[in-house]
Nanobody, 121 residues
Framework: QMQLMESGGGSVQPGGSLRLACAAS????????IGWWRQTPGKEREWVAY???????RYADFVRGRFTASRDSTRRSLFLQMNSLKTEDTATYYC???????????????WGQGTPVTVSS
């Protein structure tokens, strides 16, 4: 059973930056993908970015070039550097993970509690 805990959310003006972090624990091997999703009230949770077990990162089109996902050398932390933030990036951001290679090929097995991000002038 994997436990995930996000941190780093907050408020920022358009064009600003934030760095989210996700602490992962409770999984004994590295055969899982892990990434970021976001959700606003009344909408479905949408994928933002994820990292495969080989550390290759994939991004949704609406964040490519602005957001960067990374992991530390211990693989116990996941980060999301968000630059050039837009008002439409306002959402609660969730860390999620599932066993295997591709985070989009099946149901996410573990979720964090989410961290809110507000982009507003």
């Amino acid at each position: 059973q994997m436990q995930l805990m996000e941190s780093g959310g907050g408020s920022v003006q358009p064009g600003g930056s934030l760095r989210l972090a996700c602490a992962a624990s409770g999984f004994s091997n590295n055969n899982y993908c892990i990434g970021w999703w976001r959700q606003t009230p009344g909408k479905e949770r949408e994928w933002v970015a994820y990292i495969r077990p080989d550390l290759f990162a994939r991004y949704a089109d609406f964040v490519r070039g602005r957001f960067t996902a990374s992991r530390d050398s211990t693989r116990r932390s996941l980060f999301l550097q968000m630059n050039s933030l837009k008002t439409e990036d306002t959402a609660t951001y969730y860390c999620g993970a599932r066993g295997g290679w591709d985070c989009l090929s099946g149901r996410i097995q573990w979720w964090g509690q989410g961290t809110p991000v507000t982009v507003s002038s």
